[in-house]
């Protein structure tokens, strides 16, 4: 199986910022983007920020400017950069991975467990 560890998530203030990261293990062959979501309660999760194997990467609108994502291949680890923050921030964040367990297989969607973030005005 494959599992992705989350950290990094806490209290801060408006305009502060914050780190989280992602480390990806178990069983993985390849793997073809890892990103970040949210959620608050009773609303749908939502896309953060997205960086696929290739390197190109996408935002949700109201992160540009202020959230930057990137990845570490040989740790298998992406990286949210939150700065900036706003109240409006505040939400659980889920880690997220497209994982290929071996040769010749598809990709499967995996999940963290999420993190806290809360953005105090």
């Known amino acids: 199986q494959v599992q992705l560890v989350e950290s990094g998530g806490g209290l801060v203030q408006a305009g502060g910022s914050l780190r989280l990261s992602c480390a990806a293990s178990?069983?993985?062959?390849?793997?073809?983007?890892m990103g970040w979501y949210r959620q608050a309660p009773g609303k749908q999760r939502e896309l953060v920020a997205k960086v696929r194997r290739t390197g190109t990467t996408t935002y949700a609108d109201s992160v540009k400017g202020r959230f930057t994502i990137s990845g570490d291949d040989t740790k298998n680890t992406v990286y949210l950069q939150m700065n900036s923050l706003k109240p409006e921030d505040t939400d659980v964040y889920y880690c997220?991975?497209?994982?290929?367990?071996?040769?010749?297989?598809?990709?499967?969607?995996?999940w963290g467990q999420g993190t806290q973030v809360t953005v105090s005005s």
């Open positions: 178990g069983k993985i062959f390849s793997i073809n983007a």
């Open positions: 997220n991975a497209d994982v290929a367990q071996t040769y010749g297989t598809s990709y499967f969607s995996y």
